[in-house]
């Protein structure tokens, strides 16, 4: 079993920065790839950023690119989004996921454990 609690979600205004981790705990080297999804209200959940085991390889939406950064510390377990120049339309719950590694980095269904989820709200 693998424990995923995401933190760092709020208000922010447009153009303002937000850093939301993810600590993993348990069997987490069963689920070497993790990342970060998100659901706006009355939407599907949509990928976001997805990261390898050794953090060397890094995937986006492309609605993110340019603006969000995932990265890693597995010496900490745990897993970073740094989201810069944040628009309305990022508003949404903000969910980490892990899994195994797998070139379907983007699709739900590889993921095997989701955290709880934390709200990021950008205001106009």
């Known amino acids: 079993q693998v424990r995923l609690v995401e933190s760092g979600g709020g208000m922010v205004q447009a153009g303002g920065s937000l850093r939301l981790s993810c600590a993993a705990s348990?069997?987490?080297?069963?689920?070497?790839?993790m990342a970060w999804f998100r659901q706006a209200l009355g939407k599907e959940r949509e990928f976001v950023a997805a990261?390898?085991?050794?953090?060397?390889?890094?995937y986006y939406a492309d609605s993110v690119k340019g603006r969000f950064t995932i990265s890693r510390d597995n010496t900490k377990n745990t897993m970073y989004l740094q989201m810069n120049t944040l628009k309305p339309e990022d508003t949404a719950s903000y969910y980490c996921?892990?899994?195994?590694?797998?070139?379907?980095?983007?699709?739900?269904?590889?993921?095997?454990?989701w955290g709880q989820g934390t709200q990021v709200t950008v205001s106009s």
């Open positions: 990261i390898s085991w050794s953090g060397v390889s890094t």
């Open positions: 996921a892990a899994g195994p590694q797998s070139r379907d980095y983007d699709s739900r269904l590889l993921y095997n454990y």
């Open positions: 348990g069997r987490t080297f069963s689920t070497p790839a």
